[in-house]
């Protein structure tokens, strides 16, 4: 097991097991974290597809993903309608670079394209949907639990780094039923445990915790 995987793999589970079970409740702080994640391994994952960078092998790799996530860890902090850009748009665009990936449908930059294109629409879609709890809800919950799986599998060598290239979605596929299983029910979990804490007056997130 590389160092590299190790915190890759603590961080999916620590951030992932807070934002699936309380991303709505601390949305704004759990927010800024999970877009710091997300940035991570998406920089990452372009220092492969566009620089020909080993994913999280070289010291611009890890580079291209902190500074990513760093970016997109602030701007979620600062500015609530960006926050909302960033919740749709990650979930996007890992659904659609996991789920081409997977299918074989593209390969290099061509994935990263089908992902933001996706991720531009769930982001674009969520926003006009005004934040529905339900929907911060379903979005924390299950890909919260998609990091956790993947951390879990990295740190017990069933799968390898590299393998997050495929997205925190595609990763799993690779792992047949069961990976799919275990995400799924962790997923329910989450979201069960999240509604049993929401109360009937709230219908969206809270602006007041953000700077303009």
């Known amino acids: 097991m590389s160092i590299e995987g190790i915190i890759v793999g603590l961080l999916?589970?620590?951030?992932?097991?807070?934002?699936?079970?309380?991303?709505?409740?601390?949305?704004?702080?759990?927010?800024?974290?999970?877009?710091f994640f997300f940035g991570l391994v998406a920089g990452a994952q372009w220092g492969v597809e566009i620089f020909g960078q080993g994913f999280f092998a070289t010291v611009l790799s890890w580079g291209i993903g902190l500074v990513f996530g760093l970016v997109l860890a602030a701007i979620a902090f600062f500015w609530y309608y960006a926050a909302i850009v960033i919740l749709g748009g990650a979930v996007g665009?890992?659904?659609?670079?996991?789920?081409?990936?997977?299918?074989?449908?593209?390969?290099?930059?061509?994935v990263v394209l089908i992902g933001l294109v996706?991720?531009?629409?769930?982001?674009?879609?969520?926003?006009?949907?005004?934040?529905?709890?339900l929907l911060v809800m379903v979005f924390s919950a299950f890909s919260g639990a998609a990091a956790v799986?993947?951390?879990?599998?990295?740190l017990f060598g069933t799968i390898k780094l590299e393998t997050l290239n495929q997205g925190i979605f595609g990763s799993l596929f690779?792992?047949?039923?069961?990976?799919?299983?275990?995400?799924?029910?962790?997923?329910?979990?989450?979201?069960?445990y999240q509604m049993r804490?929401?109360?009937?007056?709230?219908?969206s997130i809270d602006r007041s915790a953000y700077r303009y």
């Open 93 to 110: 665009y890992a659904l659609g670079v996991g789920f081409f990936d997977w299918l074989g449908l593209g390969t290099g930059v061509i």
């Open 12 to 35: 999916a589970i620590g951030i992932g097991l807070a934002w699936a079970f309380y991303g709505l409740k601390l949305f704004t702080v759990l927010l800024p974290l999970w877009a």
């Open 118 to 133: 996706v991720g531009a629409i769930f982001a674009i879609g969520t926003f006009m949907l005004g934040v529905p709890i």
């Open 197 to 203: 804490d929401v109360g009937e007056s709230i219908t």
């Open 174 to 192: 690779t792992q047949g039923i069961v990976g799919t299983v275990v995400f799924l029910v962790l997923g329910a979990a989450a979201l069960f």
């Open 149 to 154: 799986v993947n951390g879990i599998l990295i």
